[in-house]
């Protein structure tokens, strides 16, 4: 740990009760750049980017707009809906190459910050339980 939030943070993960069960990560952004740095962070770490499978990718190929980043990490793009997100986190949760996933949401004119972090507290279609807690 480097700074005293990340020993708070740590606290708080350790007393959630979630046990991570892997350490590779798929990350799911809608800002290439803090995509970036998160990935770069996970290598810093010591754990590892998910390598998506092909039923993931097609998954992602028929949800996202063209423009998507076509690997790991997921960038949804700038202007994703609260659905794309959930859509998108739950392809990767699918992957049994993939332990867990970083949810990243930069605020920009278009988005809706808040829609999006109450729908991925609802939870992804795959576990209708809350996605936020689960890392």
Known sequence: MQTINQLFAAANTRAS???GCGNRL???TN???PGVF???H????GLQLATLGEDTLRGLNELLP???SHGN???VIGDATPERY???VDLCLRDPGVDGVVIILTPQAMTRPLAVAEALADGTPLTREPVVGRL
């Open 73 to 75: 990490p997921v960038d």
């Open 66 to 68: 063209a423009t998507w």
């Open 26 to 28: 798929a990350i799911v």
């Open 31 to 33: 800002g290439g750049g």
């Open 38 to 40: 998160a990935a770069d």
């Open 86 to 88: 959930t859509d998108a």
């Open 17 to 19: 009760g979630y046990r």
């Open 42 to 45: 996970v290598a810093d770490l």
